[in-house]
C-alpha cells in the first residue's frame, strides 16, 4: 500500500487550527482584522467556520480513522462561534443604513437575534458547523435542545439577558423557512442582499441534516434555487458570478472590477453541488485574476481600493486566500501549487507553538514589486484548508458520504494534544497510523484506538515489525524500545508516542 503522509506544513496548519480553538474566550489573538467590528468578509464567523471546513475537508479525505483528532477541536470552534464577540455585529447591521439598504434603515429596527432574520453569513455556519461535527462523529451532541444557544449579558449595560436559544433541527428548520419563503432565491446577509455566496453553506447544512434525518431537503432547495436564479442569471455580462440581488427591487449587482474573491468563495463552495457548471467557467474566470512571478510563482492581482459614499472602504482583503481554496476545490495543482510558493517565498510563513500560519500584513505591494498583503482569513485558514484539501473536496463531502459501516472499523478515538497525526485510515481491515509526539506543547503523547481490544487477537507493527499481540484485555509484547508503548484499557487499546515519527500498523488475525 501506498503511504499518503501529511507533509509538516500540513500538520502545521492542523496544530494552528487547534492553537486558536483553544485560546481563552475572547482571546482573539492573530485574528483581528483591519475593519472595524466583525461585519466584513474576514470576521472571526469565517475564520471559525472555515477552519472547521478544513477539519472536516481533512478528516474525511485525508485521515478518516483520526476521529479523536478532530472532533475536540470542531467542539470548541463552535463555542466560540456562538459567542456575542462573534455576532453581536448583527445588532447594528440588522438596522440598516448601507450602501444597499440605506433606504430601509427608517423601517428596519435593532435585532439581537443574530438568527431570526436575514444574517445567512452567520445562521448558515452554525448550521453546518454543528450538522458537520454529528454526520463526521455519527453524534447527536447538537440534536439536544438548546444545544447551539447564543446568549448575552453585559453587568454595565444591555438590560436582561439576550437567549436565543436552537439546536441543529430547530435552526435547519427555521433557514429552510427562510428560504421557502424568499421563492428560493435565498437568504438575505445584510437587509436587502442575497449573496449567492453566502447561501451555499445552508445548502451544504441541509444536505447534511438530511443524511442525518433521512429528508430530501437539499434537492428541494437546489432545483427551487435554480429556478429562481435562472431569471437572472448565476453569471455577469463578463462571465464573472454576480455577487449579490436586491430584495426589493430584483437588481443584480454584479461582480465589479471584478473582485477574485467574489468568483473564488463561490466556486469553491457551489462545486459541492454544481460541479460540470463551476468547472465550465473556472479557467476563465481564474485566469483574470493571476499574476506571474519568479521560479513559477503566481499571485493574485491587488484589489481595487474602493469608495463608497465618499468613504474608503477599510476592510480584509481575503482574495488570495479564495483564490488558493479555489484552485484547491478545483484540482488545479499547477495554479495551486504557484500561489502556495508565493506565499512561503514572501507572506512570512510563521511557525508559532508548533502550528504554521501567516501573520497579517497590511502592506499591499512590498518594495520589490511583489504582493505581501495578508488578512487573517487567509493566514490563518484559507491556505491551509487549501493546502489540506483535495481535488473535489467538498464535491466528495457532500456526495460521498460516509455509510454506518465506517464507523464500525478501528479509530484513533482520542489524541493528546502533542501528537502529530500523519496517517489514519482503514486499508483492508488493517489500521494504518503514522505518529510523532511533538515537545511544542503540552501533553501526555497518548493517542486511544477503539475497535481493536475484544474482537479478537490483533497484531501490532511498527515501522512494519511485528512488536505485540492484542487478544481481548491480554498484550503480550516483544522485547524492545516499543515494549512498554501499548497497553489495554477495557476495549480501548492505548498507545504511548516517541518524538520521532513512527508507523503503526494494526490487523486482525484469522
Known sequence: MAERLLTAAQTGHLRHFDNLSRQLPNDWSLMQGKGTGQDDFGGYRFQLAYMAYALALTH???LPAAPGLFQPTMQRLIDKILLPEVWMYWRDSSRGG??????????????????????????????????????LFDSDRYADPGSLTMRHWSFFWGG???????????????????MVQNGYLGVACEPNCVFQICNQPAIL?????????????????????????ADFGR??????????????????????????????WCGTLMNMWNRDFVRANYPRQVSDFLVPGPDGTLAVRPANRQEVMGQRVIADNCDFGWVTAWASEMGDERTLKGLLAHADRFMNP??????????????????DGHLVEMDPLSGNVLIGYARLNVSDGLWGLYNRPWGQEHFDEPALTAVDRDVDVSQAEVVDGVLHTRLRRSQEVPGDGTVII??????GRWTL????????????TTVRCEPGPFADAVRVRGEQVMLRCADTPHRFTFWQER
Do not use: C
Not at 450 to 455: D, L, S, T, W
Open 60 to 62: 474525511v479525505h485525508r
Open 98 to 135: 448601507a450602501v444597499f439598504n440605506a433606504h430601509l434603515a427608517d423601517s428596519l429596527h435593532e435585532e439581537w437575534n443574530p438568527v431570526v432574520r436575514d444574517n445567512i453569513m452567520y445562521s448558515a455556519y452554525v448550521q453546518s458547523m454543528a450538522l458537520l461535527h454529528d454526520h
Open 160 to 178: 436582561e439577558e439576550k437567549r436565543f436559544a436552537y439546536d441543529r433541527d430547530s435552526l435547519n428548520e427555521h433557514i429552510y423557512w427562510q
Open 205 to 229: 447544512g441541509f444536505r447534511l441534516h438530511d443524511l442525518l434525518t433521512g429528508g430530501m431537503r437539499a434537492e428541494e432547495v437546489i432545483a427551487g434555487y435554480e429556478q429562481a436564479w
Open 235 to 264: 453569471l455577469d455580462d463578463a462571465g464573472h458570478y454576480n455577487q449579490v440581488i436586491l430584495q426589493d427591487s430584483k437588481t443584480i449587482e454584479p461582480n465589479r472590477a471584478p473582485s477574485p474573491w467574489v468568483d473564488a
Open 350 to 367: 510563521t511557525w508559532r507553538d508548533g502550528g504554521l500560519y501567516y501573520p497579517r500584513n497590511d502592506t499591499v505591494v512590498a518594495s
Open 450 to 455: 477503539n475497535g481493536i481490544a475484544a474482537r
Open 461 to 472: 507493527a511498527v515501522d512494519g515489525r511485528p512488536t505485540a499481540s492484542v487478544d481481548g
